[in-house]
Antibody, heavy 120, light 107 residues
Framework: EVRLVESGGGLVKPGGSLRLSCAAS????????MNWVRQAPGKGLEWVSS????????YYAGSVKGRFTISRDNAKNSMYLQMNSLRAEDTAVYYC?????????????WGQGTLVTVSS | DIQMTQSPSSLSASVGDRVTITCRAT??????LNWYQQKPGKAPKLLIY???TLQSGVPSRFSGSGSGTDFTLTISSLQPEDLATYYC?????????FGQGTKLEIK
């Protein structure tokens, strides 16, 4: 069974940093691209970042480029999102999601999400 | 970036009704269109990918169609458990973008 579990969310002050983790199980982690998608309270879904299986392709949304860094450790079946210079508008539930594959690039499995609140 | 627009933003329908949600892209995305269902307080769930392919385990009352810029999600006979917000998403180009969502309520 595919399972994705996020952790690391919490309350942080504007300008602060936070590191999210996504622990994966139930599939060959290194063979799949992974994504972070966020959802502000009461709002829609916003893609944040993606990383290919061997970390050779990395992409960011314009709203987080230069502030967030995505990474993964295939030996630990884990993905990370280092978030720096956090702003109030980064407040959201952050989901990790698996990319199904190149034929569709849909997000076929999602974690339960971790809440990040940026507030003074 | 490719913008995705869903309509309607919300709708109310009765059990057994046929429900249709549309999604339009600002440029062609061929068939790289996916549909997700998000129930209240839960993570999104993939329903349909590549415009019309039903994800494993998804009831057959859900179907998708379209290509190019215009797409449709249809629920053939609405069930109480279909109460959710539905999102389309293009995966044709980076950044992948979502529609604003369609909130489906049961009358």
């Amino acid at each position: 069974e595919v399972r994705l579990v996020e952790s690391g969310g919490g309350l942080v002050k504007p300008g602060g940093s936070l590191r999210l983790s996504c622990a994966a199980s139930g599939f060959t982690f290194s063979s799949k691209s992974m994504n972070w998608v966020r959802q502000a309270p009461g709002k829609g879904l916003e893609w944040v970042s993606s990383i290919s299986g061997r970390s050779n392709y990395i992409y960011y949304a314009g709203s987080v480029k230069g502030r967030f860094t995505i990474s993964r450790d295939n030996a630990k079946n884990s993905m990370y999102l280092q978030m720096n210079s956090l702003r109030a508008e980064d407040t959201a539930v952050y989901y990790c999601a698996r990319d199904m594959g190149p034929d569709s690039s849909s997000l076929d499995y999602w974690g339960q999400g971790t809440l990040v609140t940026v507030s003074s | 970036d490719i913008q995705m627009t869903q309509s309607p933003s919300s709708l109310s329908a009765s059990v057994g009704d046929r429900v249709t949600i549309t999604c339009r892209a600002t440029q062609t995305i061929t068939n790289f269109l996916n549909w997700y269902q998000q129930k209240p307080g839960k993570a999104p769930k993939l329903l349909i990918y590549s415009s019309s392919t039903l994800q494993s385990g998804v009831p057959s009352r859900f179907s998708g169609s379209g290509s190019g810029t215009d797409f449709t999600l249809t629920i053939s006979s609405l069930q109480p458990e279909d109460l959710a917000t539905y999102y389309c998403q293009q995966s044709y180009s980076t950044p992948p973008t979502f529609g604003q969502g369609t909130k489906l309520e049961i009358k």
